[in-house]
């Protein structure tokens, strides 16, 4: 009987990559499969919503990497994708939750207790007062600040409809563009990978010609020579 469990799912997606010769960027995508698997493996969603909750509020978790092992799972049919994003959004949204509250209530203290001082305090101040709603839209995709940003929104008091509003479409635009995108892109990579190789031999013609013709108007124009 076929093996229906994510592990299996990922087992059969590490064997299709052993057994051929890949590019470097799918042999990563295969140590990352194999780093993940016991996790997805063994607790399912579960795994993917505690994993991205607890990164959203500073411990190390590989929230992001599971998003992506589960999403490209999900693409081959061992879990469903619905359920992968609404969990992965869910935890982007607590977690920082939990962080911005946590801040508010250490507050200033916090920071000096972290011998941050008192002229980084009015800095970082500043820069929130001014960069602070694209920051949380942004933050969940570098590392650092996807753990950290919930606390600095609080412990700069951020007013807190204005960290929802934004935290919302953050952790939309995360969870969409890494779980939603590693979907589609599992499901079209064979035909995107045709289609690339059809369209090499037109790309590098008209790279060349480009610089052929950069190169015959700075001549003409005596720019080549001067």
Same mark, same amino acid.
Request: charged content about 10%.
């Given at each position: 009987?076929?093996?229906?469990? *994510?592990?299996?799912?990922? +087992?059969?997606?590490?064997? *299709?990559?052993?057994?051929?010769?890949?590019?470097?960027? %799918?042999?990563?995508?295969?140590?990352?499969?194999?780093?993940?698997?016991?996790?997805? &493996?063994?607790?399912?969603?579960?795994?993917?919503?505690?994993?991205?909750?607890? %990164?959203?509020?500073?411990?190390?978790?590989?929230?992001?990497?599971?998003?992506?092992?589960?999403?490209?799972?999900?693409?081959?049919?061992? =879990?469903?994708?619905?359920?992968?994003?609404?969990?992965?959004? =869910?935890?982007?949204?607590?977690?920082?939750?939990?962080? /911005?509250?946590?801040?508010?209530?250490?507050?200033?203290?916090?920071?000096?207790?972290?011998?941050?001082? %008192?002229?980084?305090?009015? +800095?970082? %101040?500043? /820069?929130? !007062?001014?960069?602070?709603?694209? =920051?949380?839209?942004?933050?969940?995709?570098?590392?650092?600040?996807?753990?950290?940003?919930?606390?600095?929104?609080?412990?700069?008091?951020?007013?807190?409809?204005?960290?929802?509003?934004? !935290?919302?479409?953050?952790?939309?635009?995360?969870?969409?563009?890494?779980?939603?995108?590693?979907?589609? =892109? &599992?499901?079209?990579?064979?035909?995107?990978?045709?289609?690339?190789? !059809?369209?090499?031999?037109?790309?590098?013609?008209?790279?060349?010609?480009?610089?052929?013709?950069?190169?015959?108007?700075?001549?003409? !124009?005596?720019?080549?020579?001067?």
């Amino acid at each position: 009987m076929a093996d229906q469990t *994510a592990g299996g799912w990922l +087992r059969q997606a590490n064997a *299709a990559l052993t057994n051929h010769a890949v590019p470097a960027w %799918e042999q990563d995508l295969k140590h990352v499969l194999d780093r993940v698997q016991p996790y997805l &493996d063994r607790y399912g969603y579960a795994a993917i919503f505690v994993a991205i909750l607890v %990164e959203g509020f500073g411990l190390l978790a590989p929230g992001q990497t599971l998003l992506v092992a589960a999403a490209l799972l999900a693409a081959k049919g061992g =879990l469903q994708i619905t359920w992968v994003l609404f969990w992965a959004f =869910l935890a982007a949204l607590l977690g920082p939750g939990i962080a /911005y509250l946590l801040g508010r209530w250490g507050g200033r203290p916090l920071l000096l207790r972290l011998r941050v001082s %008192e002229r980084q305090v009015y +800095r970082l %101040e500043g /820069y929130f !007062s001014t960069y602070g709603p694209g =920051l949380i839209l942004v933050a969940r995709f570098f590392d650092g600040l996807r753990q950290l940003h919930g606390y600095l929104a609080g412990i700069m008091q951020m007013p807190a409809n204005r960290f929802a509003v934004y !935290s919302f479409l953050g952790a939309a635009l995360w969870t969409g563009f890494w779980g939603g995108g590693a979907f589609l =892109l &599992d499901r079209h990579l064979a035909a995107l990978h045709l289609s690339w190789q !059809s369209l090499q031999p037109w790309f590098w013609g008209l790279t060349l010609s480009g610089c052929l013709a950069g190169l015959i108007y700075l001549w003409r !124009s005596g720019r080549l020579s001067r």
